[in-house]
């Protein structure tokens, strides 16, 4: 069974800080690879995506993809009390058609 | 650009009641999605649309769920008769791409069964 793997928290880090966010997943030919951010009582929203091994960096946030250890991280600098959210790690295990599996996410919180 | 629409958000009725729940997609996606969501857990796939076809209806408990998707726009999903354990988040989700994982999420429509 396909499975992605996140540390439910919550993760709790002083504003202004790096915020490191980590997600393993079980299927090595997966191929593409998603953050959604979700605040409490809102819908999943999509921040990041990478598609192959290495960084990927936009603005504040950076996802890591190492597809050899079956993991990718999302890293968000300068974090403020607003990124407070839980963040879910997707994985699209079939290509173009595959569907997307999500972790149970990471519970986020910024503190001023 | 109009987002993803669900209604309704919030719906309460009594066990083996029948509910049925609106999703209206992002105008130009081609692919629609509901997933189901609990307390804690990430969003499960329920059914897939490509289209007006059902491309992967897998999870989809077919004794009790259906959806459809007439004209290949908007689309519906019923449960008849709920239980109990269906109180959660069902959520509406559309992509430009097949089997894309940029999706655009609805604001979800929340269920509680009585």
């Known amino acids: 069974q396909k499975e992605v793997e996140q540390n439910s928290g919550p993760l709790s880090v002083p504003e202004g800080a790096i915020a490191s966010l980590n997600c393993t997943y079980s299927d090595r030919g997966s191929q593409s690879f998603f953050w959604y951010r979700q605040y409490s009582g809102k819908s999943p929203e999509l921040i990041m995506f990478i598609y192959s091994n290495g960084d990927k960096e936009d603005g504040r946030f950076t996802a890591q993809l190492n597809k050899a250890s079956q993991y990718v991280s999302l890293l968000i600098r300068d974090s403020q009390p607003s990124d407070s959210a839980t963040y879910l790690c997707?994985?699209?295990?079939?290509?173009?058609?595959?569907?997307?599996?999500f972790g149970k996410g990471t519970k986020l919180s910024v503190k001023p | 650009e109009a987002g993803v629409v669900q209604s309704p958000r919030y719906k309460i009725i009594e066990k083996k009641q029948p509910v049925a729940f609106w999703c209206n997609p992002i105008?130009?996606?081609?692919?629609l999605y509901w997933y189901l969501q609990n307390l804690g857990q990430g969003p499960e796939l329920l059914i897939r649309y490509e289209n007006e076809e059902a491309v992967d209806d897998s999870q989809l408990p077919k004794d009790r769920f259906s959806a459809e998707r007439l004209k290949g726009v908007d689309s519906t999903l019923k449960i008849q008769p709920a239980e109990l354990g269906d109180s959660a988040v069902y959520l509406c989700a559309s992509s430009l791409e097949i089997g894309a994982g940029e999706q655009f999420f609805g604001p979800g429509t929340r269920l509680t069964v009585l």
């Open positions: 105008s130009g996606h081609n692919t």
């Open positions: 997707a994985v699209n295990y079939g290509g173009s058609q595959g569907n997307l599996i």
